[in-house]
DNA sequence: AAACTCA
C-alpha cells in the first residue's frame, strides 16, 4: 500500500528536491500527514434525543445517544438480524469504523497467509476456584448479536487462546489476572465481555442533571498511542451495539474531549492524568463502574503509575472490589507485582497462556556485543542489509535508553539518509502521532522510539526491533520485542549488548534459551559472571505462569486480605496442555482469525 | 530512565 523507504529515497530524489536534503526534525513530517479530520458525522443531529447515556441529559437539552431506537432486532438476545444494515438511516450518525462493506460471505472468512498453528501448544494454567471452562469458538459464547457481526467483521474467525480461556470468566464476573505473550489478543479479551456485559444493563439509570458523566466501564493504559489504539479496536467492537466508547488523554485540548464525554460515555478508555484531572474537576464519577481494566497492568502499578492508579481506584468515588469486576492483563506480571494487584481484586482467577514474561518464539533473537561507540555504525550495517533483504513494506523499530537519545540517533539516520522519524515523551502530542502514522504507512519506515512505544502498540509489518540500547528490566525487553511477531506471524530482534548490560545478562540468556533461540557462547559466559543475587526469579518448570500465591511464600504478608486462596482454593485450576482434551489443545484444527488487525494485544 | 494532567 505504501511506500517502502526505497520507494520513499527514490520519490525524493525524483521530486527534484536535488538530494534528499537534510530536513531538522522539528520542521520534517509537515507535509502530507492530514491532521486528525473531523469524521464525517459531527453527531450534530442529535438534539432531541431523549439520552439514555448522558445522566446530566448532555449539555444543551441531552445530545444524547441511543441508536437502538427503531430498531427492534437489534441489540442483545440474537432476535432479528439488525445492526449492520440500518446505515443511512437519518439520525443513526455512528461512523463506520470499518470504513467499507466488508464482504461478509464465508470466503472471505478463509483467511490465507496466517500461521495457523502459531498458538495451539502454548500451556494454559488457571488457579483460583472454580473457574469457567475455556470455548473453542464465538458461537460458543453468549455475546450478543449485534457484538457477534462486529466480530466477523473484523475477520475473526476463531478466539485466540487468551480470548478462549479469559472471556467465559469473564463473562461469569469474576476478577481475572490475565497473562498473554505480545500479540495474542488481549485487547479484545476484555472489551467483548465490557461490551457484552453493558449491552445487558442498558436499561441502567444514571444519575443525571449535573455535567458529571457517569461511565459503566473505565479502560487505563500506561501510554496516550496505547489508550487511542484501544479506542479505536473497542469502536470497532462496539458498533452499533448502542455502547459508546469515549477516550482522553492528555497533550491535546480538554475541551473537545469534555464534549464527547457529555453525549454520553458507557466505556471510557484514558491515560490516569487525565483521567484524575477529570475526576478532580468532576466531569467525571466512577460511582457507576461496573468493569474496571488496566492494560499492561504490571506497568501500570509499578513505581511510577502505582499513586496515580490507587488514587483512581481507591481514593475517588469508585465502587470497591468485589462492588466491580477487576481485570488486568499484560505479557509480563512479576510477582511483587502481582501482590500489589491483589488490592484492586476479590476471589480473583489466575490466568497465564504460555509461561508468565515469556516472549514467543515466532521472534528471532539475536544478540550482538556492540560497544558503545560502535553502535551507530552497526546500526547503519544492520539497515543496509535489510535494505537488501527485506520486503519493501517492512517496517524497523529502534528502542534507545532516553529521549535525548532519541532524537540524536533520528538526526544521525536522516542525515545519512535513512527516513527516519521519533517518538518519545518530549515531542508534542501531534508529533508522536504523526510521526507513529508516518511509521505505519511507510512514509518513514524507521521509527527511533523510548519505551514509550515498548508496550501493547499493534504496528502492522514491523519485521525487526533493533535493542539499540537494551532495557535495564528483562520484562521491558520482552515488550519492546513484541512489537513484531504478532498475530502469527513472524519478527526479528536484534540487541546490542555491552558491558553495560552485564547486569541483564543471565535473564537475557534464560529467556532466549526458553523461547528456543540460539544463545551466544559469550552471553553464556556473561550469565554465569553476572550470576549473583540479582535479576528477577523466572520459575523454572517447563509449564505454566506463576501465581504468585502459589509461590509457597504467601505467609509473608500475613494478615493481606483473606481472598488469596480463592472461594474454592486451587482445586478449580490446573494445567490444561496441548494434548489433553481439557483445554483448546484438543482443537482438531487449530488457527483463528484471519487478516486479524489489531484486537492483538 | 520513561511514562503519566494542566498550568
Redesign the pocket.
Known amino acids: 500500500m505504501s511506500a517502502s523507504w526505497a520507494d520513499v529515497a527514490d520519490s525524493e530524489k525524483a521530486a527534484s528536491r536535488a538530494k534528499p536534503a537534510y530536513v531538522p526534525p522539528h520542521l520534517r513530517n509537515r507535509q502530507s500527514e492530514p491532521v486528525a479530520h473531523l469524521p464525517q458525522n459531527d453527531r450534530g443531529g442529535y438534539g432531541g434525543q431523549p439520552s439514555r447515556w448522558a445522566p446530566g441529559g448532555g449539555v444543551g437539552g441531552g445530545g444524547g445517544y441511543r441508536n437502538d431506537v427503531g430498531r427492534p432486532g437489534q441489540g442483545y438476545g440474537g432476535r432479528g438480524s439488525g445492526g449492520w444494515n440500518n446505515r443511512g438511516g437519518g439520525w443513526d450518525r455512528e461512523v463506520n469504523p470499518f470504513g467499507d462493506d466488508a464482504d461478509l460471505e464465508p470466503a472471505v472468512l478463509e483467511n490465507t497467509g496466517i500461521n495457523f498453528d502459531a498458538y495451539e501448544d502454548i500451556p494454559v494454567e488457571t488457579s483460583g476456584g472454580d473457574v469457567p471452562p475455556p470455548v473453542n469458538t464465538f458461537a460458543d459464547i453468549d455475546l450478543g448479536e449485534a457484538l457477534n457481526l462486529n466480530i466477523r467483521r473484523c475477520k475473526y474467525v476463531r478466539p485466540t487462546p487468551v480470548q478462549r480461556n479469559a472471556i467465559p470468566i469473564l463473562l461469569a464476573e469474576r476478577d481475572l489476572m490475565a497473562c498473554a505473550q505480545t500479540g495474542s489478543g488481549k485487547t479484545a479479551a476484555f472489551c467483548f465481555p465490557i461490551i457484552s456485559g453493558i449491552m445487558r444493563d442498558q436499561h441502567l439509570q444514571r444519575p443525571r442533571g449535573s455535567r458529571t458523566v457517569y461511565p459503566l466501564a473505565v479502560i487505563l493504559s ?3 498511542e496505547l489508550a487511542s489504539q484501544i479506542h479505536d479496536e473497542a469502536k470497532k467492537f462496539a458498533y452499533q451495539t448502542g455502547v459508546k466508547v469515549v477516550v482522553a ?4 485540548p ?1 475541551n473537545q474531549q469534555l464534549r464527547e464525554l457529555e453525549r454520553g460515555v458507557d466505556i471510557l478508555v484514558a ?4 483521567l ?2 477529570l475526576l478532580e474537576r468532576a466531569r467525571v464519577s466512577m460511582q457507576m463502574i461496573k468493569f474496571l481494566a488496566l492494560d499492561e497492568a504490571d506497568r501500570m502499578l509499578d ?3 502505582e499513586p ?1 492508579i490507587r488514587k483512581i481506584v481507591e481514593q475517588m468515588d469508585m465502587p470497591p472490589r468485589g462492588m466491580r469486576q477487576t481485570m488486568l492483563f499484560s505479557a509480563t506480571f512479576p510477582s511483587e507485582i502481582q501482590r500489589l494487584a491483589a488490592d484492586f481484586l476479590s476471589n480473583y482467577i489466575f490466568l497465564a497462556v504460555g509461561r508468565v514474561g515469556s516472549s514467543t518464539d515466532l521472534i528471532a533473537q539475536r544478540v550482538e556485543y556492540v560497544h558503545e561507540a560502535d553502535k551507530k555504525s552497526h546500526l547503519m550495517d544492520l539497515l543496509h542489509a535489510q535494505r537488501e533483504t527485506q520486503d519493501k513494506q517492512s517496517l524497523t523499530l529502534v528502542f534507545v ?4 537519545s532519541a532524537d540524536a540517533l533520528e538526526n544521525w539516520l536522516c542525515m545519512n539518509e535513512f527516513p527516519a522519524t521519533s517518538i ?3 515531542r508534542t502530542q501531534q508529533e508522536r502521532e504523526v510521526a507513529l502514522r508516518s511509521f505505519k504507512t511507510g512514509r518513514t519506515p524507521i521509527l527511533v522510539a ?3 512505544a515498548a508496550r501493547g502498540l499493534d504496528i502492522p509489518h514491523v519485521a525487526h526491533v533493533v535493542n539499540f540500547d537494551l532495557p535495564n528490566d528483562i520484562d521491558d525487553y520482552v515488550h519492546r520485542i513484541g512489537r513484531t511477531g504478532r498475530a502469527g506471524k513472524s519478527g526479528i530482534a536484534t540487541a546490542f549488548f555491552n558491558e553495560k548490560n552485564a547486569q541483564l545478562a543471565r535473564q537475557l540468556a534464560e529467556l532466549m534459551q526458553e523461547a528456543n533461540q540460539e544463545v551466544p557462547e559469550w552471553l553464556t559466559r556473561y550469565a554465569s559472571r553476572a550470576s549473583f543475587g540479582g535479576g528477577k526469579k523466572r520459575g523454572g518448570g517447563r509449564f505454566g505462569g506463576r501465581d504468585f500465591r502459589r509461590e509457597g511464600s504467601f505467609g509473608s504478608g500475613g494478615g493481606r486480605g483473606n481472598d488469596y486462596y480463592g472461594g474454592g482454593g486451587y482445586g478449580g485450576g490446573g494445567y490444561s496442555g496441548a494434548p489433553s482434551g481439557g483445554g483448546y489443545g484438543g482443537a482438531p484444527s487449530g488457527g483463528y482469525g484471519g487478516g486479524v488487525t489489531s484486537a492483538w494485544d
Do not use: A
Open positions: 500506561p501510554t496516550r488523554y492528555g497533550g491535546t480538554i491515560t490516569p492524568g487525565r484524575n484531572d513505581m511510577g503509575f496515580q535508553e532516553t529521549k535525548r518519545h515523551g518530549d523510548t519505551d514509550v
